[in-house]
Nanobody
Framework: VQLQASGGGLVQPGGSLRLSCAVS????????FGWFRQAPGKEREFVAA????????LVADSVKGRFTISRDNAKNTVYLQMNSLKPEDTAVYYC????????????????????WGQGTQVTVSS
């Protein structure tokens, strides 16, 4: 089982990035997904989550209106589109998978996630 996060990098304030989380070892069906981030000296925080059906999503207030989570089960990949990036978005971003019995459930707590990716660095700076 592997979650491979990619797409991070250095971007100027106001710019955009799209993170991808490629999953191998299991199919996305019955798994809810989430993105979390951790800045230096801070705890890991919730960013966005999507149910395994894709019908329900949730984003943190700090990124609402700027970030969008989506999934493509056929490609076994989950995405995080990040627009209007701010310096405070700088962090290592992690994707995670949680087995979900209910196809509309979104998962927001780290303890409920079963698998984690290795993280990808996002730096927003001029």
């Amino acid at each position: 089982v592997q979650l491979q996060a990619s797409g991070g990098g250095l971007v100027q304030p106001g710019g955009s990035l799209r993170l991808s989380c490629a999953v191998s070892g299991f199919h996305l069906d019955h798994y809810a997904f989430g993105w979390f981030r951790q800045a230096p000296g801070k705890e890991r925080e919730f960013v966005a989550a999507i149910s395994w059906s894709g019908s329900n999503t949730l984003v943190a207030d700090s990124v609402k209106g700027r970030f969008t989570i989506s999934r493509d089960n056929a490609k076994n990949t989950v995405y995080l589109q990040m627009n209007s990036l701010k310096p405070e978005d700088t962090a290592v971003y992690y994707c995670a998978a949680a087995w979900a019995l209910i196809n509309t459930k979104v998962v927001v707590t780290t303890s409920e996630y079963d698998y984690w990716g290795q993280g990808t660095q996002v730096t927003v700076s001029s």
